[in-house]
T-cell receptor, first 115, second 112 residues
Framework: GAGVSQTPSNKVTEKGKYVELRCDPI?????LYWYRQSLGQGPEFLIY????????DSGLPNDRFFAVRPEGSVSTLKIQRTERGDSAVYLC?????????????FGPGTRLTVT | DAKTTQPTSMDCAEGRAANLPCNHS???????VYWYRQIHSQGPQYIIH???NNETNEMASLIITEDRKSSTLILPHATLRDTAVYYC?????????????FGKGTRLSVIA
């Protein structure tokens, strides 16, 4: 079946611009996560949705970062006034409700480059 | 911060068993050990998890020491496609929908 998809796969933007990154989770998965991965590092948690609401946004680095999931399916990560330090691979993952196992299914990521 | 320590890198000959160690000396009684791997340019992929008993599935085996302070992921017959970064993660039981905390992982290179 279809896995988690993310668009675009690559995004190049200029410093100071606004960007949106999209995540389509596996159908029926109620939990959705955003992570950020810098070169040579493991993924770093940003925000987690349970349904439409953000259950935990403690990983967002500052108020330039915002994410929404208005209908409990597709999610968009929004970054305002981008900085060169925002360059990274942004990963999205989803998981079913209440499995207890906690297996998360990851998308291929969006590589963001801020010039 | 990650609660695990892993070697930075390891090599393994193709067809041989790959044994990837992980130390988690501060693990709590209600924390599971999870393993994920990340092949180049892909998102992480779940491999296996366990609490205190050894576990095996179609991908790998997980051996957890009796004191639960360390574990080993075993790929019984490594292939070139197993070349990846392997992450060992500890996580509270029953927390099916909480975020994963990744360290830097072990970069496994399978050599022909």
């Amino acid at each position: 079946g279809a896995g988690v998809s993310q668009t675009p796969s690559n995004k190049v933007t200029e410093k100071g611009k606004y960007v949106e990154l999209r995540c389509d989770p596996i159908s029926g998965h109620t939990a959705l996560y955003w992570y950020r991965q810098s070169l040579g590092q493991g993924p770093e948690f940003l925000i987690y949705f349970q349904g439409t609401g953000a259950a935990d946004d403690s990983g967002l680095p500052n108020d330039r970062f915002f994410a929404v999931r208005p209908e409990g399916s597709v999610s968009t990560l929004k970054i305002q006034r981008t900085e060169r330090g925002d360059s990274a691979v942004y990963l999205c993952a989803s998981s079913p409700q209440g499995t207890g196992v906690g297996e998360q299914y990851f998308g291929p990521g969006t590589r963001l480059t801020v010039t | 911060d990650a609660k695990t320590t892993q070697p930075t890198s390891m090599d393994c000959a193709e067809g041989r068993a790959a044994n990837l160690p992980c130390n988690h000396s501060t693990i709590s009684g209600n924390e599971y050990v999870y393993w994920y791997r990340q092949i180049h340019s892909q998102g992480p992929q779940y491999i296996i998890h366990g609490l205190k008993n050894n576990e095996t599935n179609e991908m790998a085996s997980l051996i957890i020491t009796e004191d639960r302070k360390s574990s080993t992921l075993i790929l019984p017959h490594a292939t070139l496609r197993d070349t990846a970064v392997y992450y060992c993660i500890v996580r509270v039981a029953g927390s099916g929908n909480t975020p994963l905390v990744f360290g830097k992982g072990t970069r496994l290179s399978v050599i022909a």
